[in-house]
C-alpha cells in the first residue's frame, strides 16, 4: 500500500506540476505617444517654364506642389511662404529684385486642396517671403497629402536683352 501511495502521490505532483508549467501569465504596457504638428512640401514641378502666348504678352507657368500638414488642436497655425532667393541671371533680363522698368513684376495666384489659398495677385520678392497657402488651428491634410499650384506672371519688357535666364522660387512649409 505504501508503495501504491508513494506512485500515487509521484502520480499527483507530476500532473501538479505539469499543469503549473502549463499556466499563463499576463502583463500589459500603457503606449503613449504625443502627436506634434508636422508639415512636408514636395515641388512637383522642377522646372517651370514661363512662355509668352504673343509678342509681349506676359509670360507664364505654373508650379505644381504637393503637401501634407498637420497644426495643433488649440492655437496652431501653419502655412506655405515662396521667396524668390535666386532673381534672373544673367543680367540684361527681367529682374525680381531690381526691375529695369518701374512696374515689372513677377506675380502669381495660388490654389490649394487644402488651406486657405492666397487670394488675388501676389507680388513675388527677393527681400521677403510672400503667402501661398494658410492653415488655422486643427488643419489637417488627408492621409494621401493635398495639393496646389502657384500661376506665374512675368512682365514681357521689351527692354529684356533676349536669351535664357533662370531665377529660383524656395517654397517653404511649416506648422505649429
Not at 501653419?78 to 522698368?101: C, E, M, N, R, Y
Request: net charge neutral.
Amino acid at each position: 500500500m505504501r508503495v501504491m501511495n508513494a506512485v500515487l502521490r509521484s502520480l499527483f505532483l507530476g500532473v501538479v506540476s505539469a499543469y503549473v508549467l502549463a499556466a499563463q501569465t499576463t502583463g500589459t504596457s500603457t503606449l503613449s505617444l504625443n502627436i506634434p504638428a508636422e508639415a512636408s512640401i514636395t515641388i512637383t514641378t522642377s522646372t517651370t517654364n514661363l512662355t509668352s502666348a504673343s509678342a509681349f504678352a506676359p509670360y507664364t507657368g505654373t508650379t505644381g506642389f504637393s503637401f501634407s500638414i498637420r497644426t495643433s488642436a488649440s492655437g496652431g497655425t501653419g502655412s506655405i511662404q515662396l521667396k524668390i532667393t535666386s532673381d534672373f541671371t544673367p543680367s540684361g533680363g527681367p529682374s525680381v529684385g531690381t526691375p529695369p522698368t518701374a512696374g515689372d513684376l513677377l506675380t502669381y495666384a495660388c490654389t490649394a486642396s487644402t488651406g486657405t489659398a492666397c487670394s488675388g495677385s501676389q507680388t513675388a520678392s527677393t527681400a521677403a517671403s510672400t503667402p501661398v497657402v494658410v492653415f488655422g488651428a486643427d488643419a489637417h491634410s488627408p492621409g494621401a497629402g493635398a495639393s496646389g499650384t502657384v500661376s506665374w506672371s512675368l512682365t514681357n519688357d521689351p527692354t529684356y536683352k533676349s536669351g535664357s535666364y533662370n531665377a529660383t522660387a524656395t517654397f517653404t512649409i511649416s506648422a505649429t
